[in-house]
């Protein structure tokens, strides 16, 4: 079945340090990825999705690229900001008509001042 | 984008008792819901999935007589959580997919505590 495999957190970084997060996937077909967003408290946000290979989701600088041969998805933006603490989920949709996601186990990112 | 709403956002309730979780589409026809239940420091796990007039299909592994789900309109869905026991406390988030939508858009969730 499918699944998504995400970098473990809790992960740490000082304000304006570079982010990645790791995320790949097993999927049969060609999925859409996803990384959403869940700040405390709340419920889920989407942060941005590439529907098939090489596309490149980005919102609010944080970027992801859709990379088939490496089955990866890996989130990354250049300069965290405080507001940037959150959990952050990476997900997959399956093709032909599902509309089921599956979701990574999130890693929550703490950004410091 | 597109509104999903959840009410409460918070309840507590003392065991053995019922509990009513409402999701509602706020600005789309909402033709399938799904509810998730997210433990501490975990992912989301689908407990089940409704569409808009039918019975809703649930995971493997959740009583649905239990975790009662009524789709009954294109805006509304409803988790009823019965007989909760402290081990029910979680977050429960829904989400909608419909009409003029092209993705999953998620409610706040609810915050369950049974005592």
């Known amino acids: 079945g499918d699944s998504v495999t995400q970098m473990e957190g809790p992960v740490t970084l000082s304000e304006e340090a570079f982010l990645t997060i790791n995320c790949t996937y097993t999927a049969t077909g060609y999925p859409s990825l996803f990384w959403y967003v869940q700040y405390p408290g709340e419920g889920l946000q989407l942060l941005l999705k590439?529907?098939?290979?090489?596309d490149k989701g980005s919102n609010k600088g944080f970027e992801a690229t859709y990379r088939k041969e490496t089955t990866s998805f890996h989130l990354e933006k250049g300069s965290v900001q405080v507001s940037d603490s959150a959990v952050y989920f990476c997900a997959l949709l399956s093709g032909a008509g599902s509309y089921q996601l599956t979701f990574g186990k999130g890693t929550k990112l703490s950004v410091i001042p | 984008g597109a509104v999903v709403s959840q009410h409460p956002s918070r309840v507590i309730c003392k065991s053995g008792t019922s509990v009513k979780i409402e999701c509602r589409s706020l600005?789309?026809?909402?033709?399938?819901m799904f509810w998730y239940r997210q433990f501490p420091k975990q992912s989301l796990m689908l407990m089940a999935t409704s569409n808009e007039g039918s019975k809703a299909t649930y995971e493997q592994g959740v009583e649905k007589d239990k975790f009662l789900i009524n789709h009954a309109s294109l805006t509304l869905s409803t988790l009823t959580v019965t007989s909760a026991h402290p081990e029910d406390s979680s977050f429960y988030i829904c989400s909608a997919l419909g009409v003029g939508v092209s993705e999953q858009y998620f409610g706040p969730g609810t915050r369950l505590t049974v005592t």
């Open positions: 600005d789309f026809q909402a033709t399938t």
């Open positions: 590439a529907t098939k290979a090489d």
